[in-house]
Each structure stands twice: as C-alpha cells, then as structure tokens.
C-alpha cells in the first residue's frame, strides 16, 4: 500500500462536494491538498476547514490559458505534482433536444476538455519522476446510455477513453508506475444530483473513502456499488429489447425525468 504523506496532490472542483471531501481526506492523511475550483468563496472556505494553509488556485479548467497559469502558479509554490485528482465537472439533466448550446458545450468543456488540460499541464511532472497517481471521476452513465442526461453520460464515455488511452501510453512508454484509478460511482448524493429519482443515491463520504482506498492499493477502477462493474457484460449479452426494458423497469431511464440540481460540482 502507497504513502500519501508529503505529497501534492492536485484537486479539481475542491470548493464543494465530493472535492472538498477529498481534500479533507488527502490533508488527514498529511498529503498538501492544493485545491482548484472555478468559485472562490467556495475553495476559501475549503482552505479553511484545512486550517488555512492548503494553496488554492480560481481556475475555470475548461480554458487552456486558465489551466496553463494554473500549471506555472502551482509549480511555483508548490513544485511538481504527485497525484491529479480530476474531480471537478458539471451536469444538466433533461431531454437532449431541450438542452440548449450553451450547456451542451459547458459539458463537454469542463468534464473533457477540462480533464485533458488539467491532466496534460501536469502529467510532466509524474513522467520526471516516473511515478504518481491520476483519478478521474467517470461515472455509471459511462457504462451505457442514460435517457434525459445525453451531454453528461457522452462526457464521461470520453473521459473512460481518455483515461484507459492515458493508461496504455504510459505502460507501452515503461511508465508502469504511473497509476491511473478511474471511479464509476452510481448517483452521488450532492447539490448536482438534487431531484434524481432513485433507488440508490450514494453517500458522497462514503464514496470518497473507496476511491482514496483504491488509490492507496493502486487499483485501476472502482466501482461503486460493485455491481456497476457487470453492466457493460450485461448489456453486451442481452438483446437490445431486453436491455432497453431492464433499463426502464429498473427505473434508470426514468431517473433524470424530475432533475433540478445546479448543475457544477
């Protein structure tokens, strides 16, 4: 199992949410939280619950020259980086031909774009060492498609890609070192999950806990519940009839109908 102590860990969407609990994981276990997040009242009061000496950095990481002065302010107070933790993202429910331009592209900017930035502005700095860790929040609408929340399940069917790609690069480079963990949580509860309609809404703790678990033990996914990890076999098995109806009898296709979250976290 990995030490955590000492190192710099890089949080995105630290201000709220699952972010704030993954600094106050990292600072509990003597890692230097530096915290990221597009709100700056929210990450203050973040730095404070920290005891107010974790660094923190306003940065809108779905603009490149944003994430760039991100890199070379992180760089200068904190040095390089051990572990990216890709937290932050953003999600609008609703029919897709309800879902105005402007949201759709937010989507994509922040959950894909934003993750590709953040994680090649400071991927240099786990190659100089050969060693660290990357987390990336995917999500259970990565393992199929999910009725009134087409942006977001898209956005994170492109982070699973960008992550296993990122993956196989740094093992054909001897980069074995380099660890990547990918997190499949079903529907956490936070403010961007407010109206979901579910059986199974996750203890955001609780969540935070199995991927900090997961990142001490290296392992390359997690899953949560488990029983997420047995959809793609499913759905590649069944007939698409039987799919689509086991998607609606369960109540997923109907999850999103009654939405009224803010949005980013």
């Known amino acids: 199992m990995k030490d955590v102590k000492d190192r710099a860990v890089l949080i995105t969407g630290a201000g709220m949410g699952m972010g704030r609990l993954f600094a106050l994981k990292f600072s509990r276990a003597h890692a230097r939280p530096l915290l990221v997040d597009v709100d700056r009242e929210a990450l203050e009061r973040t730095a404070s619950e920290l005891g107010g000496t974790a660094h923190t950095y306003v940065c809108d990481i779905s603009k490149i020259d944003e994430v760039g002065r991100l890199a070379e302010l992180v760089h200068r107070d904190a040095g390089m980086v051990d572990v990216i933790v890709n937290n932050a993202g953003v999600l609008y429910g609703g029919p897709f031909l309800k879902t105005s331009d402007e949201l759709i592209e937010r989507t994509i900017d922040v ?98 806990d199995r991927i900090f678990d997961a990142v001490l033990k290296d392992r390359p996914s997690v899953y949560l519940p488990g029983w997420l990890r047995l959809v793609p076999i499913v759905f590649r098995v069944l007939p698409e009839s039987v799919g689509d109806w086991l998607l609606f009898k369960t109540g997923v296709g109907r999850t999103m109908e009654h939405w009224t979250g803010h949005g980013e976290g």
Request: proline share 4%; no cysteine.
């Open 111 to 208: 959950n894909i774009k934003g993750t590709m930035f953040v994680t090649r502005a400071f991927l240099p700095d786990l190659v100089a060492r050969k060693q660290g860790h990357i987390v990336t929040m995917a999500s259970g609408a990565s393992l199929t498609g999910v009725p009134d929340l087409v942006a977001y399940s898209t956005s994170k069917h492109g982070i699973v890609g960008f992550s296993e790609s990122i993956r196989l690069e740094m093992r054909k480079y001897g980069l074995r070192d380099i660890r990547l963990t990918l997190a499949f949580p079903y529907f956490v509860k936070t403010g961007m999950t407010t109206g979901v309609r579910t059986h199974v809404l996750l203890d955001p703790q609780d969540v935070v």
